[in-house]
């Protein structure tokens, strides 16, 4: 936005395009600054657009930096002002306090305070929140949290920038050289030519960079707050400082906040400060040496934007918002620079570096070979130069990127949304998918199957009629140690809540409980949520009528909650639990798994002792407060239809499946095995409530061979993930809920569900499937893969002509036998086989088998050694056919525009018919390269009959002999290639073949 010109002591130079011929802004950086501490002068001239500040040397010249770009970016001109500039007082009166205050405000070192002490300044109670009026009132002042974006270039800046790369600068340099040694016409052309390339290159640059803008709007993320004592899930953009951040597992942080209160909360921090490992936060105040800064890293009681929990609970006091969050500082410095490139560009540009270097190599050749055989210095510049144009392959990245935004665009047209366009060309390389099991394979519809209580079986439909005390007191618990609300709409009742707690009231209902009546009479004082540590909920509620008395109900992970108990109830009699009771409920918990059931257990306890339940640890830790067991409660999540074939097909593209549940491992198991995930091998499960053991070495080992992981906390999904990248794979997730965050981001590619997703899913996810349909993914899978091999087709493509055309020129010439192609032949032959039909190539359809062959190693190089080979022989093959039609030339008619138009006609339909060779051999019609062929050959041969067109390019009429010799040194290439390309494919085929098989042994890769 501003850069620093020059600097001396106490004295710096900015200049900025925003300045520029902006008074008002000049005044009101000058009135803003001149108000602020450690500021002694300040000048802004807006026919320069630079700002002279002289300043103490307390204020560093990028702190300095950063206000002027924070109040450019805050800048709001009044409007219906008069084109005249205004007083400064106008400014220093009506804006210059509101942003200073703002600045000051979001920089202050808040981790050093204790947390009272920020609740304080912000003037909000951490139970309470901001009421609606002062939200607003500060959503004024401090403006949206949000970063703002950089704008796509204009029209104008797109097309400009085409006279900026090398081919069009050594064209122009040609053109000079033309018309300064009286060649105008040749320069006209040449001229011609720039702009016909610019042309191209501007409306496809144009339309990527417009689609992959458009991309970054897909989705907006929400963030939970406490407003007025409720809490309340608005836009991210709406929070303000002040605002009371409710913290959940999988929560995405919207702005920078200071914790007030952590209940076994972990935040991964990986995006910001590469720390791959989530962090534990605390509430307490922090302390520092005098001089020295704490590290972002260890700011253990700080969130910050962009992160997320991973797991406990936490409230936090937002403190920074937009451009003054880490994030925002981090981004704002990064606007103007470069973006970062995907592995794939970076290797289309290396191997444009290399093609240019090889050809200027060559035209270094034609140069002094021109010169030994006494040709003038311009005469053979201009041809050094156009040959250098013809055969640097300048498109590629353009076409490449161009390859992507077709496929962003056709994978929206079937309801698969892409936010990164790297992801298209990663896709199609994944090697693994992780899914999460409940929403993602299942339906997420739970549904109550089976109650086992008092050691009976009971089924949902006898719950009406059973007396049993002990079922009544389970249900009492399935109502209390929840969080869905219930609404009546018409005199029923309506839940909200996650599809577990629904069904669980669902069921209470049923059975004919008065959810709002035993809600009022047991009112809720403490909730536990469910951690890492101890996958069990827990909420502490008054006994009516006995207000020193506390009533704490349980459910969640049978075995833990089991673990919690010492007694049982019988019959309305509370017993002792001894270790055979318990055994045989194991049993039962297991039966009821392996049926694909989840299962929860369900405990509750009564107490007068505040210890047993006031202190934060003592249910986490599992301390008894003489838990009473009630019984298991098993639900049932139906398959999603259609997922077994999506997993059979998944595997048929020679991509690993492997599921991620919070489930037992005996549920894990049963779905595992009705989707087939270990594609007929024994079925692997690991039980994750071990994965805290297991060194990152060991479990990037056990991550390659299983096919399940239960007992998943949203953290040791990220573990997972990782642990699958570090042993070489490239690994997509597919995800829907708001604890699948941070293992969305961390994935080679995040996936996530259009309708069933929660919002942070569908924030982090590169991949968004609309209609929740997972046989959309396969589509996008294919499409990303054929999207890969278009690029590969296109490069080899422009690889293989290019350098056809860099064999001949200097072979003739060192041979004697004079110039094959005149400077606008070459240019000619760059305009009609270059870029339209390498975008014609780009579009080819799927091969037909393109998704039984196994991913492509994302380590392999674009083009392999043995491709670049090919690609050379190719070359040979083709400029044979130029060279042998230039010696019949030679031979019937001398070195003159007769033999150099045989030579020219004959590469030209050589290189088009060579497009039809670079095709894949399984791939359906392609309507696109047809019409380019028909083009090509349309314009090659209105250069051979139009009289204008043929005296311009140096062209004589060719007779029915030199049409045969054209045609055939053109076929004859293109039916050698073909037979060359066959016997590869035979090869290719085989060896795909033997690759899928080691894969299916689990050799190699």
Known sequence: MVSVVHRLKGRVRLKGKPLYRNKLLCLYLEESLSAMPFVKSVSANPLTGSLLVYFDEALSVEELTSKVEFLILNFKPIENSSKDCPKKASFKKANKPLFIASFETQNKPWHLMSASQVLGYFQVDPRAGLDERTAEARLNEYGPNQIPDVEPRSRWEVFLSQFKSLPIILLSLSSLFSIATGGLVDGIVILGAVFINSIIGYMTEYQSERLIFSLKSLVKPMARVLREGKEKIIGAEEVVPGDILILKPGQYVPADARVVESHQLTVDESALTGESLPVVKTSDVLSAEPGIEVPLADRVNMVYAGTFVTSGYGLAVVVATGVHTELGKIQLSLREGDTEKAPF?????????KFIIISGGFCGLVFALGLVRGYGFFRVMKLAVSLAVAAIPEGLPTVATTTLALGVKRMKSRGILVRKLSAVYTLGEVQVICLDKTGTLTMNKMSVDRVYCGGKMLYPDDLKSEEKPELKELLKVLVLCNEAIVEYKNGKPAFTGSPTEVALLELAHKAGIDIEKLRTEYPLRVVKHRTDRSLYMATVHTVPFESHKKYIAVKGSPLEVLNLCSHQMIDGWILELSEEDKEALVDVNEELAYQGLRVLGVAFAEAVNNDCFELENNLYEGKKCNFVWLGLVALVDPIRPGAKEFIRRLHEAGIDTVMITGDQAQTGYAVAKELNLSNGEPIEVFDSSKLDLADPEVLSG?????HCFTRVSPAQKLYIVKALKRAGKTVAMIGDGINDGPSLKAADVGISLGIAGTDVARSVADVIIEDDNLERLLEAIELSRNSSYNINRVVHYLLSTNLSEMIITPLALGLGAGEPFSPIQLLWINLVTDTAPGLALALEPPEEDLMKKPPKDPKEPIISNEELRDIFLESLILSGSGASAYLYGLLRYGQNNRAT?????????????????????????????????????????????????????????????????????????????????KSKTKDKGENHEERRLHLQLGVGN
């Open 345 to 353: 560009e970076v290797q289309l540009e290396e191997i444009s570096r």
């Open 702 to 706: 056990l991550s390659r061979r299983v």
């Open 901 to 981: 138009g045989l030579a020219f006609t004959s590469l030209t339909l050589a290189q088009v018919l060579h497009t039809l060779t670079c095709r894949s051999k399984g791939s359906g019609p392609n309507p696109y390269l047809f019409l380019t062929i028909v083009g090509s050959l349309m314009l090659q041969g209105l250069a051979l009959t139009f009289p204008p067109l043929r005296s311009l390019l140096g062209l004589k009429g060719l007779t029915v002999g030199d049409a045969v010799v054209a045609l055939g040194g053109a076929v004859f290439p293109f039916l050698l290639n073909q037979s060359l390309k």
